[in-house]
């Protein structure tokens, strides 16, 4: 049994196997836990490499001035980010796909609890969103200032948002 949907737009839905498929056999099982095994060991290793070369780009990258296009247009400071070139792999119908350099691409480090930087995500001047391949995304996070303090608790506020803009226009 499996529930699906779609949040976004209000879906839920439900299925329920049907039919007379024929239960897994203990090989097909076998071959079914190691190919899940091997992809995820894959999918680790990925996000391994995208670390490392993330590190790198973020020390590598400049301080984002307040005057890019970006933050003019959204009416919000830099926060922090940096600012570096970017490769981007594109295709053209009937062409074999090929590298380009976006110039003065925002560099937005994608963060864990402890401050390791996992990936980078990229906003380039006219606000395209760009992802480092084989980042790991869930539960990663971009910190803007610091915590306020709730009055008379002493108590951090913490408020989260998805977007760069709309977290440094709250």
């Known amino acids: ?21 024929a239960p897994l056999t203990p090989q097909q099982r076998h071959e079914l836990r190691q190919a899940s ?5 894959k999918r680790i290793g990925l996000a ?9 780009r973020w020390d590598e990258a400049k301080p ?11 009416g919000v400071k830099p926060h922090g980010v940096r600012v570096a070139p970017w ?17 003065d691409v925002l560099q937005i480090p994608m963060l864990d ?3 390791v930087v996992h990936g ?3 906003i380039t001047t006219t606000g ?6 084989g980042a790991a995304k869930k539960g990663k996070f971009f910190k803007i200032g610091a915590a306020p303090l709730m009055g008379g608790t002493g108590k951090p506020v913490v408020v989260l948002a998805e977007g760069f803009a709309t977290g440094a226009s709250i």
């Not at 949907?5 to 196997?17: D, E, F, S, T, V």
Request: hydrophobic share 35%; proline share 4%.
């Open 64 to 74: 984002a001035s307040p005057d890019h296009l970006y933050f003019k247009s959204k």
């Open 48 to 56: 391994q490499e995208a670390r490392a070369k993330a590190q790198k």
């Open 87 to 103: 490769r981007k792999l594109v295709s053209a119908a009937g062409e074999p796909p090929k590298f380009i350099t976006l110039e």
């Open 37 to 41: 095994a091997e992809a995820e060991a």
């Open 120 to 122: 980078l995500q990229g």
């Open 1 to 21: 049994n499996a529930v699906y949907g779609c949040w976004k737009i209000g879906i839920k839905m439900k299925w329920k196997q049907g039919g007379s498929a």
């Open 113 to 115: 609890r402890t401050g």
């Open 128 to 133: 395209e969103k760009l992802f480092m391949s």
